[in-house]
C-alpha cells in the first residue's frame, strides 16, 4: 500500500501565503467573488436545501384561548457537492537558480505563476458552470432588443426589470451582477445609464456609481483572459466572458437558512489547505536536478438555486 511522503505530509506555509496574497490581489478574477466559500473537511458530502415555498407562505390563525397554536412546518431536501483537486505545477531548474540575480526570487515567482494557472483554472471552471443559458429559471434566458450596442438601447431598464421579475417569483432580490468587460465597455457610454449619473459629484462612471443605479449590492467586471494555444505556439489570446451578464442572488455568507444560487464548496481538510482549498508544495526532483512548486485547489461550484438568477445572453452584437 501506498504510504505518504513527506511532500505529502508537510505544506510549504511561506509559498502558500504568497499565493493567498496573489490571490487576493487578482482583480479580473470573479470567481471567488460572487458566490459564498463553504470550507468543508470532506472531499465530497451531502447539503441542505429548503424549498422556498413554505417560507413565502403562513398558516398563522387566530388562537382562541385554552387552545394550541396553528402548526406549520417545512421539508428539506439535500444535496451533494465532490471537491475535485485541480494541479499545475513549476519546476526550477538548478542551473537557472544558480544563475539568477539576487533579487529574483524563483521559488516566490514559482508560486505566483502556478496560482494564476490555477486561478485560471477555476475561472474557466465558473465560466462553463453559471455562464450558460437554459439553466437559471428565475427569468429565462434573456437577449435584449434593442442589443445594448444597438440604437436607442435600455439597459438599465432592461436589468431593472428583471431583478423585479426575480423577486416576483422567490420574493428575493437579486443582489450581484456579474458583466464581461465588453458589455461594461457599452453600458459606460450608454445614454440610459449617464443620464442617471449626470449630477453625481464624481462624474465618472464606475461599477459602484452602476450598483446604486440599479440598487443591487455589487456589479463585477469579469475581465479573465486566456491564450488558448498550446505551449510554445503562437499564443491566441481572447477573453473568457464576451457578450454576457449573470444578475443572481448570492448569499451574504455561507447558511443552511439563506438561500444562495451558488456555493463554492472548498475542501480544507486536504493536508494543511487554506480557506480556498489551496496548497502549494516544494520539493526536490533530483532526476532533473530541479525543484518543483506544485500547486493544488480543491473545490466544487455548485448551482444551488437556478431560480434566484437570470443569464443575459448576447447583451451586445
Known amino acids: 500500500m501506498p504510504q505518504p511522503t513527506s511532500s505529502d505530509v508537510h505544506v510549504n506555509r511561506p509559498l502558500t501565503n504568497i499565493s493567498v ?5 487578482q482583480n479580473e478574477f470573479i470567481a471567488d467573488k460572487v458566490f459564498p466559500n463553504v470550507p468543508v473537511t470532506k472531499k465530497s458530502d451531502s447539503y441542505f436545501i429548503y424549498p422556498k415555498g413554505q417560507w413565502f407562505r403562513t398558516d398563522a390563525k387566530k388562537r382562541a384561548p385554552a387552545t394550541e397554536s396553528a402548526g406549520s412546518g417545512y421539508p428539506i431536501e439535500t444535496g451533494t457537492y465532490a471537491a475535485d483537486v485541480q494541479a499545475l505545477h513549476k519546476d526550477v531548474d538548478d542551473q537557472i537558480r544558480s544563475n539568477a540575480d539576487q533579487p529574483i526570487n524563483l521559488d516566490a515567482d514559482a508560486s505566483e505563476f502556478v496560482t494564476r494557472g490555477l486561478l485560471l ?60 468587460e465588453d458589455v461594461w465597455n457599452v453600458i459606460q457610454d450608454s445614454a440610459d445609464f449617464i443620464d442617471r449619473i449626470a449630477y453625481t459629484e464624481r462624474k465618472i462612471v464606475s461599477v459602484e456609481l452602476l450598483a446604486a443605479v440599479l440598487d443591487i449590492e455589487k456589479v463585477l467586471v469579469a475581465g479573465a483572459v486566456e491564450n488558448s494555444a498550446n505551449e510554445g505556439a503562437t499564443p491566441t489570446m481572447a477573453s473568457l466572458f464576451t457578450k454576457d451578464c449573470l444578475l443572481v442572488y448570492a448569499a451574504p455568507r455561507p447558511s443552511l437558512m439563506l438561500p444562495s444560487g451558488g456555493y463554492t464548496f472548498s475542501w480544507t481538510g486536504y493536508l494543511g489547505a487554506s480557506p480556498q482549498g489551496l ?29 434566484l438568477g437570470c443569464f443575459f445572453n448576447n447583451c451586445i452584437s
Open 121 to 180: 483554472r477555476k475561472e474557466k471552471d465558473f465560466a462553463a458552470k453559471y455562464f450558460k443559458t437554459s439553466l437559471w429559471t428565475g427569468h429565462a434566458d434573456y437577449t435584449p432588443s434593442p442589443l445594448w450596442d444597438g440604437t436607442n438601447p435600455t439597459p438599465i431598464k432592461n436589468i431593472r426589470d428583471i431583478i423585479l421579475a426575480i423577486k416576483k417569483v422567490t420574493g428575493i432580490r437579486p443582489n450581484k451582477f456579474v458583466l464581461s
Open 21 to 25: 496574497a496573489y490571490l487576493q490581489d
Open 279 to 307: 496548497r502549494m508544495k516544494r520539493f526536490r526532483m533530483e532526476p532533473i536536478a530541479s525543484d518543483r512548486v506544485e500547486g493544488e485547489m480543491a473545490y466544487d461550484q455548485k448551482v444551488v438555486a437556478t431560480d
